[in-house]
């Protein structure tokens, strides 16, 4: 019955989707707002990632909205999963062979490196804060998978993700003792095309970088632990 | 360029189907990671680097090990 | 043919919300409904980056000083999709680690054996 019915929903919802999805035009033109951003992006910001400067300065405040929204996750992914009893103390590990872990612990720093080049230069080419993030916790994933004796310490990341959320919080709250926005883009502007260039985009980028980062290291640890 | 495109949207397709069907959930997951895969060639495809990048990291890589370490501590057939 | 060429995204776009609705519509065990809501949200965002796509255009990053800003696609819908992507995945590990939980509690998975026990 809850099939049936399950079916008769589908189809209506496919035939309205379907209907209005004719009539919308594929590749023909741009919102105004698209081409305001494209024309003025590099002389008011200095990046030339124009994405990077509509998510970080254009609309920085829902990048902080969304950083809130992956805080409260991790926090509920720690205070859902620890409920219970203590972990017991060490379940003996086979540990990998010698090719996996020596492997691991070679690739592990070059990884962090080029997650670390994505995120400083968000503001000059394809990339960013979250990718940056995504690639170092993809590093301390395969220390989980390849050297399983070895664990990451919660107080750590937790104390990296705090500061970085602070840094981001804390230069949006210069900007508007400087000149009253909230976020404003208060450090000069600097050639377009170099590293130190584009305001407090960089700066923005790099907090965001260490947040995502160790957010989801942190979200993978508490769920390998075992608390039994 | 546009039969790349077509090629690419009927295998993203047929990933999704098999994902729908299978009762093992760990072929299913491999499935899903598989659509991610392709949604990050084609998001390249549609001129957009910044969104592949995130969705190749984040979505094929670590969408993929948290399902695969909900498994473990689950069931992994589907009853 | 030439409608092949303008709607194939759509069409595939369409397919994957198609899909994941129907898993998590009729699907029954809760795994198998979290992986339809990721490839449900997966079809949402390859509409929503396909809606700003100009033909034959570039990408919106001005890496030599000589491109042109008209033929550039819209970046409005890539920010907006960089931020879905994000949540997506903070709301699957939410929804996963709370999975963990309730197999503790009833020790099944499967939504009708878990309406019939009833805390």
């Known amino acids: 019955m809850r099939k049936i019915i399950g079916l008769i929903l589908l189809i209506i919802i496919a035939v309205g989707l379907g209907l209005a999805l004719v009539r919308i035009p594929f590749g023909t033109s741009k919102s105004r707002l698209g081409e305001y951003y494209i024309r003025e992006g590099r002389k008011e910001t200095g990046a030339t990632n124009i994405v990077t400067s509509v998510v970080a300065n254009y609309r920085g405040f829902d990048t902080l909205g969304e950083v809130t929204i992956l805080f409260t996750a991790a926090l509920g992914v720690g205070a859902v999963l620890s409920i219970g009893r203590k972990r017991k103390n060490n379940i003996k590990h086979q540990p990998a062979s010698l090719i996996l872990r020596t492997g691991c612990r070679f690739l592990f720093p070059l990884i962090l490196l080029v997650g670390a080049y994505i995120f400083i230069h968000g503001h000059l080419t394809p990339g960013g804060g979250f990718q940056g993030g995504a690639v170092v916790a993809s590093a301390f994933l395969l220390i989980y998978l390849g050297c399983r004796e070895i664990r990451i310490s919660e107080k750590g990341t937790k104390a990296v993700e705090s500061l970085a959320g602070l840094v981001f919080v804390a230069v949006g709250l210069v900007g508007l003792a400087v000149s009253g926005y909230f976020l404003f883009n208060f450090l000069p502007k600097g050639i377009s095309g170099r590293l130190f260039s584009a305001g407090v985009i960089p700066v923005i980028y790099i907090a965001i970088g260490f947040k995502v980062g160790s957010e989801l290291a942190g979200i993978i640890d508490a769920l390998v632990e075992e608390t039994e | 360029m546009i039969w790349l495109a077509t090629v690419l949207i009927c295998l993203m397709l047929v990933a999704a189907i098999t994902a729908a069907i299978f009762k093992d959930l760990l072929s299913a997951v491999i499935a899903s990671c598989l659509v991610s895969l392709i949604a990050a060639i084609l998001f390249y495809l549609l001129q957009a680097p910044d969104v592949a990048m995130a969705e190749a990291a984040i979505g094929a890589a670590l969408v993929t090990a948290i399902f695969v370490i909900a498994i473990i501590r689950t069931r992994r057939y589907e009853e | ?119």
């Open chain 3, 1 to 119: 043919m030439s409608f092949l060429h303008n709607y194939i995204y759509y069409f595939g776009a369409f397919g994957l919300i198609f899909i994941g609705l129907y898993i998590i519509l009729v699907k029954r065990n809760l795994i198998k409904i979290i992986i339809g809501l990721s490839i449900l949200e997966t079809g949402v965002n390859l509409f929503l980056v396909s809606i700003g796509y100009i033909s034959s255009g570039t990408a919106p990053i001005f890496s030599r000083p000589e491109v042109e800003a008209a033929r550039m696609v819209d970046p409005v819908p890539q920010a907006l999709v960089l931020t879905a992507i994000v949540i997506g995945v903070a709301v699957l590990a939410l929804a996963l680690s709370l999975t963990i939980r309730v197999y503790r509690h009833f020790g099944t998975l499967n939504l009708r054996k878990i309406k019939e026990q009833r805390w």
